[in-house]
């Protein structure tokens, strides 16, 4: 792993701890003022946005919140990376999620900084899904 791609993860790691922890300061460090986020269901675009969205997501808790990120993966230049992961999502008012992260970065003025933000969710809609790949259903037996 090169040294960008370890600070990019740090970064990636740092900003789900601070989500756990509640910690608003560290959950907006490394973004940039002009973040464009695309978020379940909205486009967010800017710093000051990005930061009212944390409003809803730590709204009605249902108990202690977790973060945590799987099989992040990053891939990093001199100035630009991106980095994935699927995130574990809990004690929120939405319950238990998973969702999968991409966030691409720029080196600016010698820091790294999170330029874009995208959240996503495995689709459940039929029309969507290969039917060669869907799990399967439960079978009910007539009475």
């Known amino acids: 792993m090169t040294s960008s791609q370890t600070e990019v993860k740090k970064i990636i790691i740092d900003w789900t701890r601070a989500i756990s922890a509640g910690d608003r300061e ?46 992040v ?35 600016r003025g010698g820091e790294w900084l999170i330029t874009h933000e995208h959240h996503s969710v495995p689709t459940t809609e039929e029309r969507f899904i290969d039917p060669t790949q869907a799990e399967p259903k439960p079978s009910v037996s007539p009475m």
């Open 73 to 107: 993966e990053v891939t990093a230049g001199d100035k630009v990376a991106f980095a994935t992961c699927e995130i574990h999502c809990d004690g929120t008012s939405a319950g238990p999620l998973d969702l999968r992260l991409t966030v691409g970065l720029q080196k």
């Open 26 to 71: 560290a959950i907006l460090a490394h973004h940039a003022d002009d973040l464009l986020m695309f978020d379940f269901p909205a486009k967010v675009e800017g710093i000051d946005a990005y930061g009212e969205t944390w409003d809803f997501f730590y709204d009605k808790p249902r108990g202690p919140i977790v973060f945590e990120p799987r099989n």
